[in-house]
């Protein structure tokens, strides 16, 4: 069974700094889907950014970019330029691919990140 | 464009009382539909997933069970709550792989 790891419960970074969330997952398959998802105070959850396990280059959107390390099976997402509209609890997340698996994410227990004035 | 809605947002009842929340989606047809439940501190946790009318999978054994009737209607319901049911409802769709749309959420207390 895969599982998703997020190892910092809480963290918070300066306005206009730069901040990367951990995360780590255990998998025996080769092909599959990474995410982060961000979920706001306003509790509407919305993905953040998509990284395909089969490519080697790190996904980015915007201020968003991704370490992705498939041999140490490491995903992290760093945010540059922080900005209080950050401020949000971020789930890191794993599929597999296929498609009797559309959708059906396995989620980490999330980080909380503060964007600090 | 794509819009999901899950109502109601709010809910307090009583232990052994029944449960229906509903979503539904507009904008796309035939996708694929999911409830998650986001316990207190948690992360989430794949309920059910459906990817056709009168489809439903279940992830995991519980009290809850959950009906498409309708292409874009997906509904959760329970015949009597726990306690142990209270928590976060989020309902979603998904377009391609992984990319999930969710909704507003629903915040169950059984009490």
């Known amino acids: 069974a895969q599982t998703v790891t997020q190892s910092q419960p809480e963290m918070s970074v300066q306005e206009a700094e730069t901040v990367t969330l951990s995360c780590t997952y255990d998998t025996s398959e080769n092909n599959y889907y990474l995410f982060w998802y961000k979920q706001p105070p306003s509790r509407q959850m919305i993905l953040v950014i998509r990284?395909?396990?089969?490519?080697?280059q790190n996904a980015t959107e915007n201020r968003f970019s991704v370490n992705f390390q498939k041999a140490a099976k490491s995903f992290s997402l760093k945010i540059s330029d922080s900005q209080l509209g950050d401020t949000a609890m971020y789930f890191c997340?794993?599929?597999?691919?296929?498609?009797?698996?559309?959708?059906?994410?396995?989620f980490g227990q999330g980080t909380t990140l503060q964007v600090k004035p | 464009s794509q819009t999901i809605h899950q109502w109601p947002a709010t809910l307090v009842q009583p232990v052994g009382s029944p449960l229906s929340l509903e979503c539904t989606v507009e904008g796309t047809s035939n996708p694929n539909l999911y409830w998650y439940r986001q316990a207190a501190g948690r992360g989430l946790q794949l309920l059910f997933y459906?990817?056709?009318?009168?489809?439903i999978s279940s992830e995991v054994p519980q009290n809850l069970s959950a009906s498409r009737p309708q292409d874009r209607q997906f509904i959760l319901s329970s015949k009597k709550l726990l306690l142990s049911d209270s928590g976060f409802y989020l309902c979603?769709?998904?377009?391609?792989?992984?990319?999930?749309?969710f909704g507003e959420g629903s915040r169950l207390t059984v009490l």
């Open positions: 990284q395909e396990a089969y490519k080697q």
């Open positions: 459906s990817v056709g009318i009168g489809q």
């Open positions: 997340a794993f599929m597999k691919h296929g498609s009797g698996n559309t959708g059906k994410l396995i």
């Open positions: 979603a769709w998904s377009r391609r792989a992984g990319e999930l749309f």
